[in-house]
Structure formats: structure tokens, C-alpha cells
């Protein structure tokens, strides 16, 4: 399985980004999808995940009602739509492919190469 995000960038505090991770290697839409960031000096956390299929969604409770993961079947792509940005979002964003249809479990993911993410004030 191949990742490659993109996406990331520089914003003021208060901005949207959105970030894409185009997946091959597979079938696309067997699999969930998910987002995950690591801050400076912190341990890697989970932000958003995905279903195969869409239609199911969790997120982290920091980042629930301003980021939204969705999936794009026929451009093999899922994407983190990230408004009201905030300080303490400014992380490297990592995408993940999962091993099952429902959730990304952590000890059974591909990881895609990180793209920075930094907000400020």
C-alpha cells in the first residue's frame, strides 16, 4: 500500500486547510481510512477515521466539529477538511490505511508520509 498526502501548509489561527492522501495498492474501498497527527515532543494521536465505504465516521473529541474526513472512491483519495484551525492543531498529519473495513486499528496500518500542518497566531 502507497500513501501520499499533501495538503499542508502554513494558516493563521481561525483558517481552514485541506488536506488529500491518494492510496493505490489495493482496493481502495475495502479499507478504512484515517488521519492521525504527531505535535512536537508528543506521541503520535488519532484525529479522524473512516469506514470503506463511507458513512462512518469517528473523531477525536479535540477535533470534532471542525475537521471532516470523507473519501473520494473513484480518485482512491481521502481527505481532512480542517476549519476554525487552531494553535494546538499545528502538528505533522499523518494518513493511515487500515486492515479492516470499520476503524483503523493502530498495530494493523500503513502510514503515508507526514505533511506539516502549523497554525499561527
Known amino acids: 500500500v502507497q500513501l501520499q498526502a499533501s495538503g499542508g501548509g502554513l494558516v493563521q489561527a481561525g483558517g481552514s486547510l485541506r488536506l488529500s492522501c491518494a492510496a493505490s495498492?489495493?482496493?481502495?474501498?475495502?479499507?478504512?481510512m484515517g488521519w492521525f497527527r504527531q505535535a512536537p515532543g508528543k506521541e503520535r494521536e488519532f484525529v479522524a477515521d473512516?469506514?470503506?465505504?463511507?458513512?462512518?465516521?469517528h473523531y477525536a473529541d479535540s477535533v470534532k466539529g471542525r475537521f471532516t474526513i470523507s473519501r473520494d472512491s473513484a480518485k482512491n483519495t481521502v481527505y481532512l477538511q480542517m476549519n476554525a484551525l487552531k494553535l494546538e492543531d499545528t502538528a505533522i498529519y499523518y494518513c493511515a490505511a487500515g486492515s479492516n473495513y470499520w476503524r483503523i486499528v493502530t498495530s494493523q496500518v500503513f502510514w503515508g508520509q507526514g505533511t506539516q500542518v502549523t497554525v499561527s497566531s
Open positions: 495498492g489495493r482496493t481502495f474501498s475495502n479499507y478504512a
Open positions: 473512516i469506514s470503506g465505504g463511507g458513512g462512518n465516521e
